[in-house]
């Protein structure tokens, strides 16, 4: 059972990027899947969350321009970032919770740099 | 979601005990049994080492406790070990929404 992110990257303010959360041992599709992130030297902040059904929330700073998806086929979580900012720059972890936001696959985390 | 409060950091010497609060509000700590705690040392993903206020996933030491009362949530380390120096977070259910984490602790070993 694990998780493994890519998709992290230098990018400018303002750009796109979109991070991937591939898994092995479980279905994405019949659990909680979250990102995580945590900005350097940082606490972690939870961004978004989707929901066995389909349900998905953000956390403030992200709702209206992260979007998390996932294909049941490719066994992918997604998180779609646009309009980046600066303050967007941390480690994004992929995380599947119990059911009540308790996390118990981690990935290793993949890096997000917003700077011009 | 305002984070969950913690000290910023904690110590004791080896085989000491070490606790640490984790305080939030009625829609989030006090209004669920549903506190994690996790731990993270440096340059690593965080491990789960405790869920739901109490309850320990496999081959997590028994030195490892929560609790909780009220608004707040406790881990206990007991018979601290050199390999506990790490940062901990605590985080909790808030209803059908994102989670939300503590501020962190960074736990020294003396």
């Known amino acids: 059972v694990q998780v493994v992110e890519t998709g992290g990257g230098l990018i400018q303010p303002g750009g796109s990027l979109r991070l991937s959360c591939a898994a092995s041992g479980f279905s994405v599709s019949n659990n909680y899947m979250n990102w995580v992130r945590q900005a350097p030297g940082k606490g972690l902040e939870w961004v978004s969350i989707m929901y066995p059904g389909g349900d998905t929330y953000y956390t403030d700073s992200a709702r209206g321009r992260f979007t998390i998806s996932r294909d049941k086929t490719k066994n992918t979580v997604y998180l779609q970032m646009n309009s980046l900012r600066a303050d967007d720059t941390a480690t994004y972890y992929c995380a599947r919770d119990l059911g009540a936001r308790d996390v118990d696959v981690w990935g290793k985390g993949t890096t997000v740099t917003v700077s011009s | ?110």
């Open chain 2, 1 to 110: 979601q305002s984070a969950l409060t913690q000290p910023p950091s904690a110590s004791g010497s080896p085989g000491q005990t070490v606790s640490i609060s984790c305080t939030g509000t009625d829609g989030d700590v006090g209004g669920h049994d549903y506190v994690s705690w996790y731990q993270q040392h440096p340059g690593k993903a965080p491990k789960l080492i405790i869920f739901a206020v109490n309850k320990r996933p496999s081959g997590v030491p028994d030195r490892f406790s929560g609790s909780k009362s009220g608004n707040t949530a406790s881990l206990t380390v007991s018979g601290l070990q050199t390999e506990d120096e790490a940062d901990y977070y605590c985080s909790s259910y808030a209803g059908w929404n994102v989670g939300v984490f503590g501020t962190g602790t960074k736990v020294t070993v003396l």
